[in-house]
T-cell receptor
Framework: DTAVSQTPKYLVTQMGNDKSIKCEQNLGHDTMYWYKQDSKKFLKIMFSYNNKELIINETVPNRFSPKSPDKAHLNLHINSLELGDSAVYFC????????????FGSGTRLTVV | GQQVMQIPQYQHVQEGEDFTTYCNSSTTLSNIQWYKQRPGGHPVFLIQLVKSGEVKKQKRLTFQFGEAKKNSSLHITATQTTDVGTYFCAGRWGGKSTFGDGTTLTVKP
């Protein structure tokens, strides 16, 4: 049973297209996150949701729109994809609060050509 | 905003040598977490340190949290090839975690 699952694992698409990445967790966690990892492996928070409510929205282009239909799901939709969006996108979840580690999904490698 | 600096960015060691990565924060942290990401994998939570001066061990790994709760280190004794990967610290402050840039460890057999 995969705790945090993301689909698709790989995504190759052309500039200007719109794409979505889906994330689901079966851990019963209250908080979910989207992280972007670039080619230098830097991990940057993009968004965080707690019980379907947006609580962290970092400086991310508004082409990126997260949606949380319920606390077990957090999807990421990207409009008008650009070359610089190429990266690995990780979904993560935690019980919430200060004293818990994050459980990461296996990542979605997005390549924009 | 909160910054967590991690050094070195890369470390190459011979198998059996020790390895240490350091994290420093500009602000006092409520806790610090450590993660390991194997090549091609995803970050995996290793441990959390909460108390000032705390030291925790996991087999050959020793984690320390500074007295001022602004710095932390991860030390691996006698590295093995299975230790390869990128090690990240994540400092928590004000209800938000910030990841360091990671230290990528390679181990030569």
């Amino acid at each position: 049973d995969t705790a945090v699952s993301q689909t698709p694992k790989y995504l190759v698409t052309q500039m200007g297209n719109d794409k979505s990445i889906k994330c689901e967790q079966n851990l019963g966690h209250d908080t979910m996150y989207w992280y972007k990892q670039d080619s230098k492996k830097f991990l940057k928070i993009m968004f965080s949701y707690n019980n379907k409510e947006l609580i962290i929205n970092e400086t991310v282009p508004n082409r990126f729109s997260p949606k949380s239909p319920d606390k077990a799901h957090l999807n990421l939709h990207i409009n008008s994809l650009e070359l610089g969006d190429s990266a690995v996108y990780f979904c993560a979840s935690s019980p919430g609060g200060d004293n818990y580690g994050y459980t990461f999904g296996s990542g979605t490698r997005l390549t924009v050509v | 905003g909160q910054q967590v600096m991690q050094i070195p960015q890369y470390q190459h060691v011979q198998e059996g040598e020790d390895f240490t990565t350091y994290c420093n924060s500009s602000t006092t942290l409520s806790n610090i977490q450590w993660y390991k990401q194997r090549p091609g994998g995803h970050p995996v939570f290793l441990i959390q340190l909460v108390k000032s001066g705390e030291v925790k061990k996991q087999k050959r790994l020793t984690f320390q949290f500074g007295e001022a709760k602004k710095n932390s280190s991860l030390h691996i004794t006698a590295t093995q090839t299975t230790d390869v990967g990128t090690y990240f610290c994540a400092g928590r402050w004000g209800g938000k975690s910030t990841f360091g840039d990671g230290t990528t460890l390679t181990v030569k057999p």
